[in-house]
Structure formats: C-alpha cells, structure tokens
C-alpha cells in the first residue's frame, strides 16, 4: 500500500503556520474514503458499520456551522472522474476548494472544542486525503 496522508506533518503544518496570516486562503482538498469507516473503539459511531463517506458527511454535518461561523465556504466542489496528467494509479472520490478570509479563521476552526470533537468522523472516513493551501488568483478566460 502507498502512503497516505490525513493529518499534517509537523514540517508541513509549521510551513503553514509561517506563512502570512492576513490574506485569503483557498484550501484544496483531496479525498479518498476507506471502504468502511474507521472509529475508534467506544466511540458513539463505531458500531454503525458507516462508509467513509458516511462518515465524512457526519463531518461535514458536525464541523460545518464551525466552519461558517469562522467565515468559511466551498467556492469549488467535484466529484473526481480520471487522471488525465499523473500517476495512473491516482484515484480520488471527491474534491473541494474551502475558502477563508484568512489563516487565523482556519486556525480558529481548527482549535474549535466543538471542531475537535467533529474531526474523528474525517479521520475515520479517509483512507488518504490531500490539503493543499493557496493564494487566491483572478479567474476568467486566461491560463496566465
């Protein structure tokens, strides 16, 4: 099995961090869901027998008036199709763009009591996952 990746590495979250504070923030994100999710034991959701698409959308259900209150949104979503420029053996079951005003508001979410408690069902649902962080850019017509 290849690696996967659900949670930042400490080099990787520090970049992050390091980065300015005050500017918009577009977060993409990968997904892949494991075939059955994966609860810890005694949790309250761990008897359900959920995917992990279930089980991300109890996060998404759970995280979202979070996500919302900190000034979030989802300015792009899709459901992954084919690879047409990678690796073949590239797969992904869904996509976003999350929107920030700025990283304080992810930093906000993400300290969130409420939000700590709603990130296992993302942590049991995937079976690897991509964030990546950028600027936002102009859109229109042109690539450059």
Same mark, same amino acid.
Request: a negative charge.
């Given at each position: ?35 059955? @999710? ?40 899709? @459901? ?8 073949? @053996? ?34 049991? @649902? ?19």
């Amino acid at each position: 099995m290849t690696e996967s990746y659900i949670d930042p590495s400490r080099a990787n979250f520090e970049a992050f961090k390091n980065l300015p504070r005050d500017e918009p923030i577009h977060m993409l994100n990968l997904l892949l869901y494991r075939e059955e @999710a994966e609860y810890p034991a005694g949790h309250e959701h761990a008897a359900k027998g959920w995917s992990g698409r279930r089980a991300y959308e109890e996060y998404g259900k759970t995280s979202g008036p979070i996500f919302r209150r900190v000034g979030g949104s989802i300015v792009w979503r899709g @459901a992954f199709q084919t690879v047409v420029t990678g690796p073949d @053996a590239m797969r992904w079951h869904d996509g976003f763009v999350a929107q920030y005003p700025d990283s304080g508001a992810f930093f906000e979410m993400i300290k969130d009591p409420d939000y700590q408690l709603a990130v296992v069902n993302r942590t049991a @649902a995937l079976a690897d996952s991509r964030l990546v962080r950028f600027s936002p850019g102009a859109t229109g017509s042109e690539f450059g």
